[in-house]
């Protein structure tokens, strides 16, 4: 059993940056973890992920160049360092874990392929 708890979500000005965390309890060493994203009556999206291991990690479109996905095994922690935010940021981030015998984006990507999920926090970007 894993148990996930994110925190660092905020209201932000566009341009703003921030640092989403997400604990783990439970064993997490071979499971990718990613970070989703949903809002008021949208789909929920894929923004990040990164192997167990760490050393693969795949990024959304709209992800790419501004957002950094990590984790620290020591602390059982993923990150999501966040820059130059923008107004279409706005969401409920989620972080997400489970053990993946397909590494494909699509797979990696697909929400229905993670076991246990965290109960997101909320990022708000707006002037």
């Known amino acids: 059993q894993v148990h996930l708890m994110e925190s660092g979500g905020g209201s932000v000005q566009p341009g703003d940056s921030l640092t989403l965390s997400c604990v783990a309890s439970g064993d997490t060493t071979r499971n990718w973890m990613a970070w989703f994203r949903q809002g008021p009556g949208k789909e929920r999206e894929a923004v990040a992920a990164i192997s167990g291991g760490g050393t693969i990690t795949f990024y959304s479109d709209s992800a790419k160049d501004r957002f950094t996905i990590s984790r620290d095994k020591a602390k059982n922690t993923m990150y999501l360092q966040m820059e130059n935010l923008k107004p279409e940021d706005t969401d409920v981030y989620s972080c997400?874990?489970?053990?993946?015998?397909?590494?494909?984006?699509?797979?990696?990507?697909?929400?229905?392929?993670?076991?246990?999920w965290g109960q997101g926090t909320q990022v708000t970007v707006s002037s």
């Open positions: 997400a874990t489970g053990f993946l015998t397909n590494w494909s984006q699509a797979s990696v990507f697909a929400g229905e392929n993670y076991e246990y």
